[in-house]
């Protein structure tokens, strides 16, 4: 039985949506259970809305909630009463597998360095996405942990989103690339340029060079490397586009009798291709290289994307990526000794 403790109180829609995908992920998948964390009194009320298995679902009480406007740290700090502090430390105690929330960035991810923790050899903990493609979906990584980062940074990201990217979405030696403002090497500002060899050389990833943003949506690569900031662009950008041009369709599809005729002729088809590109349906961002999972779903995030940002813990916690990175930022010579001792 795999545990995800919910933060039944972050996001925009809490704690109705993120109930409800709670009670969707229970009633999909019969290997989970699900604490909610939050008021219980507000919990309890939603609850009664759903036939659901009770006895894989348990509440545990938290009094306090981090709103988005607060300073993550002091938050993380003085509100330990949170929702997000008490889930995280579910996690550290493994009282649970996963920690799911949809609540304050800042917090989720100050909380998830300094209650849940790095995995040993882990720099930088990167913030990973899946976003749609022409080509079925890529990982983003770093799309909002670390601004600053440095070429050791990027190759650890390399690796730990290879690893996820075949484990847990199946996509066999993924292709990694490094985002550029041009497909040559000498291109780059100084951090592309002082990674781009580091990641050629590296034997245990499929590098495969430079790629251009407009690249990215045609798929032209598995694992999208990049520092946090370059990352956050991306990805606002990504989502805003996408969300202009459905309105914009919608729109000139209701200017006049002819295109509403048109409109109804061609609404399965355009609904099935729409549906390709909802980020919604491959669940939330993981914090890569915890010694526990940490998933960021949207802040506006419907019982959809809460369930399954779930049953994405799922996955995780079977394919064992936490034991995977860890295998995988071993020295050589630890490895040698590692298998010695087994023989």
């Known amino acids: 039985m795999i545990k995800i403790a919910v933060d039944a109180m972050g996001g925009d829609y809490a704690p109705a949506q993120m109930v409800k995908g709670a009670v969707d992920a229970l009633n999909k998948k019969e290997q989970v259970r699900v604490i909610l964390v939050g008021r219980e009194d507000k919990i309890r009320q939603e609850l009664t809305s759903y036939t659901y298995p009770a ?21 993380i700090r003085k509100k330990k009463d949170s929702s997000i502090v008490v889930g995280m430390n579910l996690v550290k105690r493994q009282e649970a597998d996963a920690f799911v929330s949809a609540g304050s960035s800042g917090a989720v991810l100050v909380g998830g360095q300094v209650i849940v923790g790095r995995i040993k050899g882990v720099e930088r903990p990167p913030l990973a996405p899946l976003i749609p493609t022409e080509k079925g979906v890529s990982l983003l990584i770093d799309c909002g942990a670390n601004v ?5 940074h990027l190759v650890q990201f390399a690796r730990m989103g290879s690893i996820y990217m075949e484990h847990v979405i199946g996509i066999k030696h993924p292709r990694v690339a490094i985002v550029n403002i041009g497909a040559e090497e000498e291109k780059g500002n100084a951090l592309v340029k002082e990674t781009f060899p580091l990641l050629k050389a590296c034997e245990d990833i499929n590098f495969i060079g430079s790629i251009e943003a407009r690249e990215i949506p045609h798929g032209g690569a598995d694992v999208i490397v990049s520092e946090a900031f370059v990352g956050n662009v991306i990805l606002k950008l990504y989502e805003g586009v996408g969300a202009t041009l459905i309105g914009m369709v919608k729109q000139g599809m209701m200017t006049s009798l002819r295109s509403k005729i048109g409109a109804l ?34 802040g506006n995030s419907k019982a959809n994307e809460v369930c399954n940002s779930i049953l994405q813990c799922v996955t995780f916690k079977e394919q064992q990526i936490n034991e995977k990175i860890k295998e995988s930022l071993l020295p050589n010579k630890e490895q040698e000794n590692n298998e010695e001792r087994e023989e």
């Open 55 to 75: 006895d894989r679902l348990t509440i545990v009480h938290a009094s306090e909630v981090i709103k988005t406007e607060e300073p993550p740290v002091n938050a």
């Open 148 to 152: 600053d980062a440095r070429p050791s």
């Open 265 to 298: 002729l061609v609404k399965p088809a355009l609904k099935e291709t729409m549906k390709a590109f909802d980020a919604s349906q491959y669940g939330g961002a993981p914090l890569l290289g915890l010694k526990g999972l940490v998933v960021k779903t949207h």
